[in-house]
C-alpha cells in the first residue's frame, strides 16, 4: 500500500514517473482498482472510493494507492478518528467522544486504545520532521503542554497549518496529518 494525498496528485506522479516502487524503486503502472471502500465521515457523511491500483515493472508487485483522507483498514475518515483524538487530548473520555461523534461506544474505545506511547512518539517525529522542513521558526511558539497527544496533534496541525500556508496546499488539514502519518494515527495491530 502506498499512500497518496489525491488522486489526481498520484495520477500526475505516476505519469511523470516521480513515483517508485516501496519495495524495490522500480517504476510503476496504473493497474486497475482495489476494492471499493465506503467509510464515514463527520456526522451522516459517508464517502466511497474506488483506490487505484499501481503495478512495479520491477518486481512486479501490485500496491493499493490509499488517499490520505481515508486510514489504513478503518471504516472512519483520518477526519473522524483525528476528532476523536482531538478530545481525547482536551480531555474527554471515550463515552462522551462517542455520543458527540455519534459512533458505537466500542469503536471509540477501542480507537483510543491505539494510540500507546511508541506509536504517539512516531507521530510527533513525523510532525516535527514536517515543521521543520516548513517553518522552522515556528517551532518556538508551540508550548508543550506536558499532554502527549495533545503536544504530538499540536506539532502534526502545525505542519499542516504550515504546508498550507506555505505552498497553498488546498488539502484538508486532517488529510495532510493523514498524509504524515501516512494513514495510521492509530497504531497497526499486532502483527498488522
Ligand atoms: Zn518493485
Not at 495533545?150 to 497553498?168: K, P, V
Request: aromatic share 6%; with cysteine.
Amino acid at each position: 500500500m502506498i499512500v497518496i494525498l489525491s488522486a489526481e496528485g498520484a495520477a500526475e506522479h505516476l505519469a511523470s514517473g516521480a513515483m517508485a516502487c516501496p519495495a524495490c524503486g522500480g517504476g510503476l503502472r496504473k493497474w486497475g482498482f482495489g476494492r471499493t471502500r465506503t467509510v464515514r465521515g463527520l456526522g451522516a457523511d459517508r464517502v466511497t472510493v474506488r483506490p487505484a491500483r499501481v503495478r512495479c515493472a520491477g518486481c512486479s508487485k501490485t500496491q493499493v494507492l490509499l488517499p490520505t483522507a481515508l486510514q489504513v483498514r478503518r471504516a472512519d475518515t483520518t477526519e473522524v478518528i483525528g476528532t476523536a483524538l482531538v478530545h481525547k487530548a482536551n480531555g474527554l473520555g471515550y463515552r462522551r467522544i462517542a455520543e458527540r461523534l455519534d459512533r458505537p461506544v466500542s469503536t471509540v474505545r477501542r480507537w483510543l486504545r491505539r494510540v500507546p506511547p511508541e506509536h504517539l512518539h512516531w507521530m510527533y517525529t513525523q510532525g516535527c520532521e514536517r515543521l521543520a522542513t516548513y517553518a522552522a521558526d515556528a517551532f518556538s511558539r508551540i508550548r508543550n503542554t506536558r499532554n502527549p497527544l495533545h503536544h504530538t496533534l499540536t506539532m502534526l496541525a502545525a505542519a499542516a497549518f504550515h504546508a498550507r500556508e506555505r505552498f497553498g496546499f488546498e488539502d484538508p488539514p486532517w488529510t495532510l496529518m493523514g498524509m504524515y502519518t501516512r494513514g495510521r494515527l492509530l497504531a497497526p495491530p499486532r502483527g498488522g
